[in-house]
Each structure stands twice: as C-alpha cells, then as structure tokens.
C-alpha cells in the first residue's frame, strides 16, 4: 500500500473524526456542568435534523432553516432539563443514565413517527466533485464539516472565557461552592443543556447531508462516546483531540484490515478503543480524575 | 385481616428467619406455584406461547441481571452478548450431539467465562465507565458472532435449534416447552430469593455499598465482583439457551443485541434493583405494556377516532416504552417492586391505618 | 399516604380491564362472505424504514381496490398490518397471534424475522411470502414448501446484473468491485459472484462497510485504487445515497454503477442536476402509473379520496413492489378458491400458488411460474437506468444464470442436510 492511500485515508478519517467530536462536544458540555452522561445525545442530532429538515421543507433557505434550527433545539435542550433533570437532582447515576436513554427510545419513535420515516435529504450547497491534492481525493462535505466542527470548537472555547461561560466553568468545578457564591446551578446547567441542542443542529445537519435525515442518526451516539472516553468526558479540548484520534484509527485500519479479515472492522476498531481505555486510563487522555472519598 | 398477623409467633430462630415467615404468604406462593404449573390447562395456547413462556424466560434473564445490577451493584449494559454465548454454544453442542442437560450446562460455563472478562473491566472502574467498557464488549461479541462463520453459520445467519430431549422427554411440544422454561425459572427464583441469606449475597451487598469499606472488613473485593460476573454470567447463558430452544427455536445474531441489552435493564430498573418480584413484574411490564396500549389504541384509530397514520401507529409502542422509562425513573425511581411492597403493607394491617415497618 | 379502599380498587378493576381488552385484541367483523385475512407484518421502525411506508401504502391501497372491485370471488380481504421491528421475538409474538385472529398468509419484508418464523409456518402450514429479500435457499420448493420468494431473490438479482454487464462490454479480464453492507443481506450475493468470477473469467473484489452505512470513505478510497470497470453496490436505505456519493466523488462514473434492487426515486432525487444519471439498478416491478391495476387505483382509490398516504408516492417503486406483493397474493388465493372452494385455508392457498402460470399482474410485473420446485417464479427481471427523473427500463424481462443460481441451492441443501444429521 502506498503513502496516498494512507494519507487519504488519514484525511479523510480525521474529517470524519471531527464531526463525531461535534457529537462528542455536546456531551462533554452537559457532563461538564452536571456529571450527566447524556445517552440521548444521538437521539438530539436526528432531532435537530429533522427540524432543519422541516423548516427547509417550508421554502426557507438552509441558512435560515439552521439558524432556526439552533435556536428550536437550543428550547428543546432547555425544556428536556427543566421537565426531566431537574427532578432526578441526587438520584444515583444509573437512573440517570437510563432515563436519557428512555428519552433517547422515546425521540426515536416520536420523531420519525411524526416527521415520516424516509430518509430526507438535506443540501448545504456543497458539489459532489471531491477536492483533489495531488493523488488524495477528499470529500467536500466533509471538508465543510470538519470546519464546521472546527468552528464550533473555537466558539465554545471562547465562550468559556466570557462571563456566563465561567459561571458554568465554576458549575462543573463544584455546585455547592457555586450556590454558595450566589451562582445559579440551575440556569447553568439549563444553558449547558440548551449549548448542547445547538452542537447537535451542527451535527444533524452534517451528518444529514452526508446520509439522508433519518432515524439512524442516533446511531452516532457510539461513536461519540468512544470519543468522550478517549478524551476524557470533561474536557473539550479531549473531545476535538479524541475525536481526530477516533475517526483516524476507525478509518485507517479498517482500510487495511478489512480484506484481510472479510468484513467491517469499524465497529470493533471504536470498542476496542474504548476497552483499552478504560483498562489503562480509565479518565482519557485530558479527564479529570474522579476521587472518591470515604 | 386478610394477612391474619395476630397469633403468628415464632419460637424457633429457624421458622422466625424463613422465607415467608407468614402462613397467608405462603399460601399465596403456593397458589402462584400451582397456577403456573397448571397453565397448560387453563391457558390458550396463543396465550402460553406468546405471552406466558416469553415472560418467564424474560423474567428468569432479568432475575439475572437484577443480582448483578442490584445485589452486586455492578452495572452491566451488555447482557444480551452474555445470553447470546449462552444460546450460540448450546445450539451448536447439540446440533453436535451433546445431550441437552450437558450442553445447557457447558453453555453457562463458556458465558460465565467470558462474562468474568467482563467483569475485569469492573475491577479497574465503576459506575459510568462500566457502563461504556460492557457496551464496548456487546458490540465485540456481536461482531464476532456475526463475522466468524463458525459460530454464526455464514449469510443465512440462522441456526435452528435441533430436536432435544430432557431427562429423556423429548421437548418438542409447546408444553414441554413451558414445562423446561418454568423449571429453570423456579431454580433461578429460589437462588435469588435465598442470595442475601447466604455469606455470597452478604458480601456482595457491601462491595455494592462501599467497596473500599468492605475491604477494610475482610472482604476480598477482587474475588467477589467476578464471582458476581461469574454467577449472573452462567444464569445469563442458560437463559440465552433456554430462549433459543424454547421460544424461538432458532438463533439469529440480532436476537441478542444492544437493543436487548438496553430492554433487559429497563426491566431491572422497572421492577426495581435486587428484588426479586420486581424481576417478574418489570419483565412483564416492559413486554406487554406497549403490546396492551397499542391494541387499545388500534381499535380506534381504525374505529376513525383517532387520526393518526399507519407509520405513526407502529411507532407509538416505542413511544409508549421511552415513556414508560422515563416515567417510572421519574415517579416511582425504586419500581414495581416498591409499589407491590406498599400495596401489600396497606392490606397487612388493614383495616387499620399503620404498620410496623 | 392515605389510598382510599376505593380508589385502589377501582384503580386495580380498571387495570384488569385494560388488560383484558389489551390482550384480546383483534375487532371482529361480520361478514356476508368470509373474508381473507392476510397478515403483512412489517418493519415500521428500525431497519427497513426506507421502503416500508411506501411498501404497506401500495399493499393497502390495492387491497382497497380489490375490495371495491368485490373481493376475491366474493370474499373481501382484510389486511392486518402491524410492526414488529425487525426483532424476530417480536414477529414471532405477532405471528402467533395472527394466525389466532385467523391469518392464512404472511408478509414479514424483514430477512431477520422471516428467517426466523420460516419454520414455524411450515409447521402450521401457512404459506408466507418473501418478496425479494430473504434467504436464498427458501426458493426450493421442497424444502420450504410454504415459503413463497414470488420474485427474483437476491443472487438471481445479481446474475442478472451480471449478464447486463456481459452483454454489454463484456466480463472476461474485467475487474467489477462488488461494495456492500456487512449484514447477511449485504453477503447474500457473494457465493453467486465468485462462482460467476471463475466461469466468466472476471476479477471480484468485495469491499465491506459497517453497518448503517452512513459512512463508506474508507471502503470507496479503496474501490478507486481497485480501478473497477464496474461497481455493484448492495445496500438499502440511506446507506445506498452514501454509496453513490461515494462513488462519484471518488471519480467513478454513474454509468458504471449498479445497485440491487432497494434504490428509489427518493434517494436518486437527493443528489442534484445530472450528477446521477446513468445509474442503473435491477427491478422486479414497472414504475411508474401506467399500468393498468395503478390506473385502476389512481381512480378509484387515491382520486376518490381514500388513498393510504401521501398520493405522490403512487407509482414509485416500493408503492408498485407493494401492489405487485398483495396481486400475487389474490392470484393465488382466486386459483384456489377456484379449483379447490371456500373456505381458504394455508394448504389451499398453497396449492394455489403453486398454480400460478405466466401471471404478470396485468402488465404490472414479469411473467411468474412458480411451481412445487421452484417457488422463486423464474428470477426474472430487468434493468432500469435513472435518467434525472424517473427509472426507465432498459431491456426485456429476462433471467439469469438460473442453473447457478440452483446448483448454489443444492449446495445449500446438502451443507444443510449434514448438519443436521450431525
């Protein structure tokens, strides 16, 4: 095998990498905030695909329809924490989890039970014609995506330097110590939940273009939390850094291995990343560590 | 008065310490018993092979989780691979001749080993990252399954399961079939309802409440998490087996996936952690709740009530269980086995108002 | 906390009625003539999203016409349509409980789910169908006496593929890439491919992707240096848009691309302009709303109001795919009702089946013989191409490479056979 096709495939993987580190960065924002692994994440990106869907579907320009989009799932994120989380405040964290789950069931069937269930299809304006650099074909898309993605990292990482943004970095620190010095919990961890919709209106409309608005998008999910772990679930810079890790090593070997073994290796490629990193460093590369006291 | 308290004295530590101390209790165990082994009489077969085997042998998976989950507070989000071993080995040692009893056996042995490998990954984390590292190994088993033409028998991807017999009565009616699946319900049952009884059960609730502090008392938390992997890892694949030769009859890969794995924590959780009526309820629950509201609501959506389109109709049972879910973790976070354990209070003492507990 | 005695019982009555009625399920209707009742239960929600709306609204959509037109010799035909989710417990539940409500005959459109109750309606002798999807070795009439494919099954699809490509351009010293999904159904075709490799003297090379398939850049990076001449790609929903993306952008001409059956307009129509045409993919049944039973339903059923859904999608393929499944279907159940009276039973309307001659649903699909052997109808088929706007037949109904096809079967069989002896 020669250097392009691995530099192609390394290119390419990355790209891929980055638009599950989207998915990634709106997990890592709820975590952050409330020690919530949110399995409902997958569940949101369709979501926020069919919304953007939707609102193309009335005339608007894909434009108009994202920014629409960013501010319908930036409610929804708002109003699943208020109507959901905010009751199970103390409860132990497999309940949690499972009750993002159950909301990842029920989106699953409400929305496509709504909004109809053949694929949609979505359109940035984006041509088919790969970009050519020297032997290395890469897709347009998703160049446009891996900006995208890019953006949105740079985006939260200087929010987190404004004012509201270290309000929420004082909410993951330590909630007590944030009520204590009048920090309100509550709207910290409503907005992150809200910042979180707006990651997935990033996702859900790339991925959309990529394969189609449909009910398989929740799928992401895995490969997203293979990227949390990787990274580490509190640190964005982990999420962008683990998701080029990611879809590098879920494209690249698969490349090479693939014939020899018969079938898709993807798959095992992302477990086996998530196995090995949690025997050998169970927080990811910038986690922080859990301690837990007596 | 219907649980007639007044005048039960126990005298010996041996009846105080029972499983159902009370005679009214007992009476009622013994009448679900004898319902349960009559049901082949009284029961269509419709309802005996769609509603009441499924249940049992879903409950008798639940009830294995449920002592990991809630005896041994380990959490583990991949059961169905374990269930699948279970099935995948029994399946292909009796299509090689191996008696039934043996295969089931050498089934949970192969699951229960590599469920303890499962397990190392809960002596190196816990709570969420246990979560994430056995999701990670049910997509492993999966692949491998699928992919290894061996285990999976290649494109057609199912197997059937071949004509067995069990202590020399062939398993090939419906109520032979029942008969297996109640057998290895009633022996998982007792196990469960005796674990905490036990010195095991004991030790697994302390690694559940702290592990360090069990520890410090002597308890060899290494050794008693994978014993927990090990025992609901055989119970696991026995089931898994037991589901392969008595309901479906066949194995497929996608009988076993994560989306089982999910259903079977569900269960757990809907029935409440550790208990064991909570295993039976939340199995039956989470099984016939959306089939019950969807054929409620189809007679009015065809009735023309209710407008709703065909698409929409076949969702509403995903729906109803995302709903479900929620619904309990939110209202009721300790299951039906709570709601069970305050109905039965209020008639102990009824008519009066107050109980002891 | 304080429950009224009454409050809990009224709660505990409420919920034992709603149990019962939940768990009876079922409405029963009285009729003049004992209706036909056919149960297509389908996947709503999971796997086959893509094609199963469409797929159900022609099937109800026809049985409406039929019923209106009066039924099949007088019977009406009822439809059961449920969803199990591509799970096979949950196909297992709901076939059981409709062969209690009366079902004769069974549609699953879930290669899961109907290989897993294929034994069960041999058993109970209930003839199921598989149109176009399903295991390859249920066309054997032998074996699977009550499993009816009724269309060309995945390997014929593929030698009809093949033969195109033969005919046209040749195969000796070609190389043809062959990109599929890693599921039994993506599989299917592969023994057929490799046998035809060595008989016709072509290079194959198989280029797997994970399941979904919503991401395929590695495997197309890898077809481009392959250097294909031909590209079969052997997906089915969103996962087939991807593969022609993927093709495309990887410099693979449209015109040298072919799919199985599952590609509709609506994943054509995702891409833009010219960008697409010259796909070609096989096709069991005429689009389109020229035929005369579409007519027929255009008329009397969508104009008068009573369609099942969205009337934009009469015509397309899966709508007509459904339609031509349930025409199948009354055929048989007629032939039977002919030769052999009410009341329809699984083993009449099997015999039925197995009585249907050159029948091609009034130039709705290809001429189908199924008899006692061979419940796969002949294979036939035929080529379309995609020409920005609708799918437009390239050749003849034909067939292809039967006696491959065939000798796979009895392959099959033996392998089967030995296992079970073991």
Redesign the interface.
């Known amino acids: 095998m020669n250097i392009e ?1 691995f530099l ?2 390394l290119a ?2 990355a790209l ?1 990498g980055l638009m599950y580190g989207m998915v990634a960065l709106g997990i890592v924002l709820i975590y952050k905030s409330s020690g919530v ?1 949110n399995f409902s994440q997958g569940a949101m990106v369709m979501t926020a695909g069919y919304v953007t869907w939707l609102m193309t579907s009335f005339g608007l320009s894909i434009y108009a329809a994202v920014a629409l989009g960013i501010v319908a799932m930036f409610v929804f994120g708002l109003l699943i924490e208020r109507l ?1 989380l905010r ?2 405040v103390g ?1 132990p ?3 949690i ?3 993002t ?10 929305v ?3 909004l ?4 949609k ?1 979505l ?1 940035i304006g984006v041509g ?3 970009l050519i650099l020297g032997d290395v ?1 890469i ?4 160049l446009v995506g891996g900006v995208v993605a890019l953006a949105l990292f740079a985006l939260a990482a200087l929010f987190f330097r404004t004012r509201l943004g270290t309000k929420l970095r004082a909410v993951s620190d330590d909630h007590v110590s944030s009520w204590s010095v009048g920090i309100s919990v509550e709207h910290a961890v409503a907005m992150s939940w809200g910042l979180a919709g707006v990651c997935a209106v990033g996702a859900g409309t790339i ?1 959309g273009t ?3 608005v ?4 929740t ?2 999910l ?1 490969p997203a ?2 990227v949390v ?1 990787l990274g580490g ?1 509190d640190s964005i810079l982990g999420a962008l850094l683990g998701g080029i890790v990611v879809g590098v090593l879920g ?1 690249v070997i ?2 090479y291995v ?2 020899l ?8 490629v ?3 990343i ?2 090995l990193t ?2 050998i460093r ?1 927080y990811g590369m910038f986690g922080r560590e859990d301690i ?1 006291r ?1 | 008065m219907f649980y007639r308290l007044s005048g039960v004295h126990h005298t010996r530590y041996a009846s105080a310490r029972q499983l159902w101390p009370l005679p009214a209790d007992r009476w009622q165990v013994a009448a679900v018993f004898v319902l349960a082994v009559a049901a082949p009489l009284y029961m269509s077969d419709l309802y005996l092979s769609s509603y009441m085997l499924p249940w049992l042998v879903w409950s008798t998976a639940t009830l294995a989780l449920t002592l990991l989950m809630g005896v041994a507070g380990q959490l583990h989000f991949g059961f169905g691979a374990v269930m699948a071993i279970g099935a995948y080995t029994s399946i292909h040692l009796t299509q090689a001749g191996v008696p039934f009893e043996l295969a089931l056996l050498v089934a949970g042995l192969l699951a229960a080993l590599i469920g303890c490998l499962f397990g190392a990954a809960a002596l190196r984390v816990k709570g969420l990252y246990l979560v994430m590292a056995t999701l990670a190994m049910q997509f492993l088993v999966d692949w491998v399954i699928v992919n290894v033409k061996a285990i999976s028998g290649g494109a057609v991807a199912t197997l059937q399961a071949p004509a067995v017999e069990f202590l020399w009565i062939p398993v090939d009616t419906l109520v032979a079939r029942y008969y297996v699946a109640l057998l290895w319900a009633v022996i998982v049952t007792l196990l469960m309802l005796n674990i905490k009884r036990t010195s095991f059960g004991r030790a697994l609730v302390a690694v559940r409440d702290k592990d360090f502090a069990a520890a410090v008392i002597g308890v060899n938390i290494f050794k008693y998490k994978l014993l927990a992997f090990f025992t609901s890892s055989f119970l696991g694949g026995v089931t898994g087996a037991i589901l392969a030769f008595c309901f479906y009859r066949a194995v497929t890969p996608q009988q076993f996936s994560f989306d089982i794995s999910i259903q079977l924590v569900a269960m757990v959780l809907v029935g409440g952690l550790g208990s064991t009526i909570g295993a039976f309820l939340g199995a039956g629950f989470v099984l016939l709740a959306p089939i019950v509201l969807l054929n409620i609501v189809a007679p009015m959506v065809e009735a023309g009530w209710l407008p709703v389109s065909a698409s929409l109709m076949a969702h509403i049972p995903l729906m109803i269980y995302g709903a479900m879910i929620i619904g309990f973790l939110l209202f009721e976070p300790l299951g039906l086995a709570k709601i069970y354990d305050n109905a039965r209070k209020y008639f102990l003492v009824w008519p009066f108002r107050h109980t002891q507990s | 906390m304080r429950h009224s005695i009454r409050s809990m019982v009224g709660s505990g009555l409420a919920g034992a009625a709603i149990l019962a009625a939940g768990l009876a399920g079922g409405v029963a209707h009285a009729q003049d003539k004992a209706p036909i009742k056919a149960a297509t239960l389908l996947d709503f929600t999971r796997v086959y999203t893509f094609l199963t709306d469409e797929y159900s609204q022609g099937q109800q959509d026809y049985i409406k016409l039929l019923n209106m037109e009066g039924g099949i010799d007088g019977h009406p035909v009822e439809l059961i349509v449920r969803d199990q989710g591509s799970q096979p417990q949950q196909g297992i539940a709901l076939y059981n409980q409709a062969r209690q409500e009366g079902a004769i005959f069974f549609d699953f459109l879930s290669t899961p789910v109907a290989n897993a109750v294929m034994p069960r309606a041999n058993e109970d002798h209930l003839p199921m169908m598989t149109f176009a999807h399903g295991r390859a070795d249920a066309i054997d009439g032998q074996r699977f006496p009550f499993v009816f494919p009724s269309a060309a099954i995945y390997r014929s699809q593929a030698a009809l593929l093949l033969q195109y490509m033969d005919e046209h351009g040749g195969l000796k010293d070609k190389k043809i890439a062959f990109v599929h999904i890693d599921s039994p159904f993506g599989r299917e075709p592969l023994a057929l491919l490799e046998a035809m490799a060595k008989t016709k003297g072509f290079t194959l090379k198989a280029f797997p992707y994970a399941v979904p398939g919503t991401e395929q850049s590695a495997a197309w990076t890898d077809v481009r240096r392959f250097r294909p001449d031909n590209v079969i790609i052997w997906g089915a929903g969103p996962g087939q848009a991807v593969s022609i993306r993927g093709a495309i952008s990887n410099g693979i001409s449209p015109k040298s691309i072919y799919s199985v059956i599952w590609l509709s307009e609506t994943d054509m129509r995702s891409f833009q302009g010219d960008a697409v045409v010259g796909v070609k993919r096989f096709t069991a049944v005429n689009t389109g709303a020229d035929s005369a039973i579409l007519k027929r339903i255009s008329e009397k059923v969508i104009d008068a109001g009573k369609g099942t859904g969205d009337a934009k999608v009469v015509g397309s393929t899966y709508y007509n795919i459904g339609v031509a499944s349930m025409a199948i279907m009354a055929q048989a159940a007629k032939q039977a009702l002919d030769t052999q009276g009410a009341p329809l039973t699984g083993d009449k309307l099997k015999a039925g089946f197995e009585m249907i001659k050159d029948f091609d649903a009034e130039g709705l699909m290809p001429p189908l013989t199924i008899t006692d052997k061979d419940h796969q109808g002949g294979g036939w088929g035929r080529v379309s191409e995609w020409d920005g706007d609708k799918w437009v037949p390239l050749n003849d109904w034909g067939h292809a490479y039967q006696d491959v096809v065939w000798q796979l079967v009895r392959d099959d069989a033996e392998k089967a056979a030995k296992e079970a002896k073991k």
């Not at chain 1, 789950?101 to 409400?110: E, P």
């Not at chain 1, 109809?116 to 694929?119: D, E």
């Not at chain 1, 897709?139 to 998703?142: F, K």
């Not at chain 1, 449909?214 to 998008?217: F, I, R």
């Open positions: 096709f192609e495939l390419n993987g891929t692994l959901l009751s199970m409860q964290i497999i309940m989890v499972m009750l789950l159950g909301l990842d069931v029920f989106l699953r069937g409400l496509p039970g709504i109809g269930t053949s694929p299809h359109d088919m014609a790969p074909f897709n347009r898309v998703y991925w990529v394969q189609g449909e009910w398989s998008l799928a992401l895995f939390v293979a772990i679930i494209s698969p490349g693939d014939p073994v018969g079938g898709s290796t993807r798959d095992v992302t477990s086996i998530i196995l949690i025997m169970p837990e007596i």
